[in-house]
């Protein structure tokens, strides 16, 4: 049975609140070895219930208001047993505020949370059994690198040859055997993201809460780094819950993505059905390029339906969630742009005539913008290694778009 807060905030979670913010100010506080340093007071209230639940973290109509900001209102979502999970938004879309939540930094006015089948929200962060990587490290500047990684479990008071076996452990399977005498002002960003993982997942957490991990790192490190977290979370199996703004660490690092937007879920889904079949405009927009056009109903014949839009009438073939959205009169469209063809297309393609404004030749693809009546095209070709198309700003060209390639949208 699920434990939800309704309505007014219970004076028992208010008090609780008042406890936890003044025992743990700052983020700091949270991943702090501190935090884990009483592991067994971690373990859930009902570890057979924990042991048997396939969903790590469950959210039920979470809401919390900050003033006149919603910022969730109304969050329900399951992140399931070892999977990568990421929340992704633009800024201010509430990703935090969830994880937060989560961590049992915050508490929401309402709804429920559980955590390995346990109700959550009664326990304090400390007991919870999460631990959180912050962007900001959080690293003790007067412990090294292998005390800091070391810290939680002397507070848990093990025994030395246990805490040198685990310290080790995680330090060779993070690559920081090297830097292990060192303290955090002798290293690098990269470094020390690598010291504050190993140190959080020492304590082999159920869940492991990231919150924009990667967000200071350049380029280049980020994208090694991201490829590590993933072979790091296989390995050990410990669910993680990502938390970026990022779309394309988010798509190739993720088992499943919930888009957020507003303080709400738009669309939860692996990263190729975020791709393939999105939603929204907001989620088709936000993940990938894509070409958006209000259109009419004009007639419906199988799953094929006829559609008036500002590139001229389009046929659209019809997904089984599309056929309900058909009937609504008004329409919206998207098409993504390397889903056009500008060289010939395949038999039964909507054909339509266009003039190029403009081409961006990008190494691996070619970027061309294409006026088709009044409407504006965004087109990608891929540079395969056979001749160029050889098109120019001002020549015409037959544009051809698959009616399988035009999705429905809903908003
Ligand atoms: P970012 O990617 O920029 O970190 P986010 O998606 O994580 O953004 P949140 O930090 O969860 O967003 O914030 C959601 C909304 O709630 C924002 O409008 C933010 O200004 C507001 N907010 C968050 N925390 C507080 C607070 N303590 N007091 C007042 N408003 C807050």
Redesign the pocket.
Known sequence: MWLPIKGARSPFLNSQRVRLLARWPHDFASSSPAVSATKSALQPSDPKLAAHSALAVECQHLTRR??K?D?LAGVSLNVRRGEFFTLL??????????LRIIAGLDLPDSGGLRIGGVEALPLPAWRRPVNTVFQSYALFPHLSVSENIAFGLRMQRLDSHHIVRRTTSVMELTQIMPLAGRHPNELSGGQKQRVALARAIVNEPEVLLLD?PLGALDLKLRKELQLELQHLQKRLGITFIH?T?DQDEAMSMSDRIAV?SA?RVEQLGTPEELYEQPKTRFVAQFIGACNLFDGKFVSHTGNTVETETPLGLLRVELSAAGIDLAEQGQLSLGIRPERISLTGGEAGDNRLLGRVEEVIFNGAETHYRVTVDKAELRVTELNSGRRAIGLFPGDSVEVSVPPRNIFLLEG
């Open positions: 900050f003033g900001i910022a938004g633009p800024s201010g879309c509430g990703k935090t505020t969830l924009e938390v703004h957020m303080g």
